[in-house]
């Protein structure tokens, strides 16, 4: 596990340096200032399979985010599963290209006892913890790449999650 985090480490890091090649001007004011609101779309992710999202800075640093995820399961089990991720993120320095931490809880509408929980005890509720780097342009464009630790009744997993939107 611990190879894992260095490798995610590692690819945040190049991902920074890529980013930081094209960075705009220094001077402008920091797009989660001028553009405090966003929507996005995570693939996998908090919700496990994907979740809209939105999110508010509230400082430079600090921002909340709630979202909803809805999926349904196969086959004789056709119940429909509704997510709402509830959290906050912590942004590790002030520039649009940054490093964040995550952390929140994921309310599910049944119990879950598929994808990454199917021997974990069945809960309606788990949480998360997060590092990710987020991209976010002056003119709006969103990315983040993070890797999530998902944890319920002694049960943990780690799970990767890409998300694009838009700020304003």
Not at 86 to 102: M, Q
């Amino acid at each position: 596990m611990c190879q894992w985090f260095a490798r995610c480490a590692v690819f945040l890091l190049a991902l920074v340096a890529v980013l930081r090649v094209g960075a705009q001007d220094i001077s402008a004011a920091p797009a989660r200032l001028t553009r405090p609101n966003d929507f996005s779309a995570e693939m996998l992710g908090r919700s496990i399979l994907y979740t809209v999202s939105y999110s508010r800075m509230l400082t430079q640093a600090i921002g909340l985010e709630a979202g909803a995820g809805v999926f349904t399961g196969t086959a004789p089990d056709t119940s429909t599963i509704i997510t709402v991720p509830v959290g906050a993120k912590f942004y590790l320095t002030p520039s649009n290209n940054s490093l964040y931490l995550a952390g929140g809880a994921v309310f599910v509408s049944a119990t879950l006892q598929r994808g990454p929980f199917q021997d974990a005890p069945g809960k309606s509720v788990y949480g998360y913890a997060g590092l990710g780097f987020e991209h976010r342009a002056i003119g709006g464009f969103v990315l983040r790449v993070t890797a999530y630790e998902l944890f319920s009744g002694g049960a943990a997993h780690i799970w990767p999650a890409f998300s694009v939107g838009h700020s304003f």
